[in-house]
Structures are given as C-alpha cells and as structure tokens.
C-alpha cells in the first residue's frame, strides 16, 4: 500500500522539477504552486521563505535518496562480499540513477550552497548522509578506517556522476575500477 503524497511533499517535489528544469533563479512561488497543483496560499502556509523552500527540498531529495540506497546497501550487505562485487554494486546503481529533473535538482542547489552559506548547514547534512552509507559498506567490507575513506569515495561518486550527467560518459574508467582504486590506495 503506498502512502498519501501531502501538500507539503507535492510543493517540494514542485520545487525539484523547477529547479531541476530552469535553475533556482525559476523558482517562484506561482511557478511552484502551479507545477504542484496546490493553491499560491499553500506554499507559504508550509513555507514562511524562498530559503526554506530551498532547504527543505534538498533534505527531502536526500532523505529519500538515502533510504533508497540504504535499503540496496542492507540487501546485498547480508552476505559477504568482495570489494570488486561492492564496486560493481555502486556502479550499477549508479549507471542506473535517471536524472530526470528532480535528480539534478541537487545539484544546483548544492551549488547555490557555495553562494548562499544559509543553505550550506542542509548540504551539509546531505552529504553526512551520503558518507554514512559509504561508512556502511566500506566497514561491511571489513576495511580500514572507514570513515576517513567515505568522503574521498563520495566525492569520486558524485564527480563522476556529474561527469556523466555533463558528458553522457564517466570516461574511461568505470565507477567500478575508479572505486576499487581509490580503496585499495
């Protein structure tokens, strides 16, 4: 059985496909209650500023983002598996990751947290969230010092992702391979 989207989940699902289409600077709150089919009034009912409109769009993008790869994480951690297998793992999931509108949503926003430092507190969290998985599973793997090792492996994965979304390639070594060198340095 599926869960009821709320007003507030169907604003902020609004804003990511703006954003995602036209960049922040399309963000508006009639661009936004209309894509969201919700009246001008709801938006600033659930959200008092175009900064938390922001914020709260990239936490929510994130959150689900995570429970997603939490839960892939959680299935294929039950058994053992080898570092090559693991790397495969996150490059499948990653070629399969669409970016459609509301995944590339993130990104500017992460970007406009370089401009904007009253949005940096919410990239922050994302990333946290993107490290503790990596933590997860470099510590499922039975790795050294995990959490040293998860920012350098997100960061290889969201550049490479960002290079295939620009190019329609990550180059020419796989996320797999890119992966594995990067742990066994």
Do not use: K
């Amino acid at each position: 059985m599926t869960e009821a989207v709320t007003t507030r989940e169907r604003i902020l699902h609004a804003v990511l496909r703006v954003i995602g289409t036209d960049g922040v600077a399309g963000v508006t709150n009639r661009r936004v209650a209309r894509d969201a089919g919700v009246s001008l009034g709801s938006i600033t009912y659930h959200f008092a500023s175009q900064h938390e409109l922001l914020r709260e769009a990239m936490l929510m993008f994130v959150a689900e983002e995570t429970a997603r790869l939490s839960g892939v994480a959680e299935r294929h951690l039950g058994t053992p598996v080898t570092l090559e297998q693991a790397a495969a793992l996150v490059e499948q999931v990653a070629v399969h990751t669409r970016f459609g509108h509301e995944e590339i949503a993130p990104l500017e926003l992460y970007i406009q947290a370089g401009r904007d430092p009253s949005l940096r507190d919410a990239a922050a969290e994302c990333f946290a969230a993107y490290d503790r998985i990596a933590v997860t599973v470099l510590r499922g793997l039975g790795l050294p010092d995990p959490e040293r090792l998860a920012g350098p492996v997100v960061a290889l994965i969201a550049g490479l992702q960002l290079r295939r979304l620009a190019t329609g390639s990550t180059g020419a070594t796989s996320i797999a391979d890119a992966v594995t060198m990067l742990v066994r340095v």
